[in-house]
Structures are given as structure tokens and as C-alpha cells.
């Protein structure tokens, strides 16, 4: 669930527990199937775990279609363009990079955003199996769009405000 605070000017979203940041290193082309499919991998570091999982483009992509899927009323900024020609390119790779840090740099700072289930998964799980069956938990989840209202814990001071 998310809850609500009391703020200074009115509700808030309740501030992260545990606040951190993610750096993005090490851009790697990969190959798979025998090299038929070549990506690039990034080097995805979470402060608080100090732990590094290996993400292509493609899972960052996944990632915020879960969160437009899951926070309809929260503004997900858009991630970096896909680029079908000259993506192995040095200059590009290096622009997709920076982009993908000020991208995770919001997802890490946002007191919704960083707290949301498939976003811990994205930021944590190595294994391969367990990544697939993450993923498909997250696309599963029923409390998206409008029912993500329905997790919301709401201070009681402002549960009254429907009956002004």
C-alpha cells in the first residue's frame, strides 16, 4: 500500500523510508543464440543493496510500461528513444546511458514510484528464472489504473473531506 501524509500545504505522498540511488555503468554489447541477437547490457546498481544486476534496454522499456500501467494518475516521464540504426554506436551508447540515469535518477527520488513492487524486482533479481516469473507477477497485478486507488492509506483527518 502508499499512503498519505498531512504536509505543510495539504496531502502528500508519505516519503520513502529508505531513500537511495542507482548508478548505470558499463555498457556491454551481448550476444544470444549463437549470436543472432545483439544488445547492449547495463551494469544497474542500487545504493541500498550495493548489488548490481545486468539490465538490456528492453527491461527498462518493460519497467515503464508497468509503472504507465500501474500509476495511470502519476506522471511517468518518458525513457529514452529506441534507435533501430546505429544503436551499437559509441556516441549513442553513451547518450542512452546518461538519459537512463536522469530517467532512474526520478524513478529512485519518486515516493511512489521507487516503492512500487515490479520496480524492487526490476532493481534486484539476478536470476534469470526468477526475473520471468517476477515479470509476469508484475503483469498480472489487478491493482492498476483506477483500482491502484484502492491501495492508498489515507490519513483519518482527510477521510471526512467527502462529506463537506
Not at 20 to 48: A, N, W
Not at 129 to 158: C, S, Y
Request: hydrophobic letters at 30%.
Amino acid at each position: 500500500s502508499y499512503t498519505i501524509d498531512m504536509g505543510p500545504t495539504g496531502p502528500q505522498w508519505k516519503e520513502s523510508p529508505q531513500p537511495f540511488c542507482c548508478s548505470i555503468e558499463d555498457p556491454t554489447k551481448q550476444t544470444k543464440f549463437k549470436g543472432i541477437k545483439t544488445y547492449i547490457s547495463y551494469r544497474v546498481t542500487p545504493s541500498h543493496t550495493g548489488r548490481p544486476v545486468y539490465r538490456r534496454y528492453k527491461h527498462f522499456d518493460w519497467l515503464y510500461n508497468r509503472l504507465l500501467h500501474k500509476f495511470t494518475v502519476i506522471s511517468v516521464p518518458h525513457l529514452p528513444e529506441k534507435q533501430a540504426t546505429g544503436r551499437f554506436e559509441e556516441d549513442f551508447i553513451e547518450k542512452r546511458k546518461r538519459r537512463l540515469i536522469l530517467w532512474m535518477n526520478h524513478m529512485t527520488s519518486h515516493p511512489v514510484l521507487s516503492q512500487y513492487e515490479g520496480f524492487e524486482h526490476f532493481l534486484m533479481c539476478a536470476d534469470d528464472k526468477q526475473w520471468k516469473l517476477g515479470k509476469r507477477r508484475a503483469e498480472k497485478d489487478e491493482m492498476v489504473g483506477a483500482h491502484f486507488m484502492l491501495t492508498l492509506q489515507i490519513p483519518n483527518e482527510h477521510r471526512m473531506l467527502g462529506s463537506i
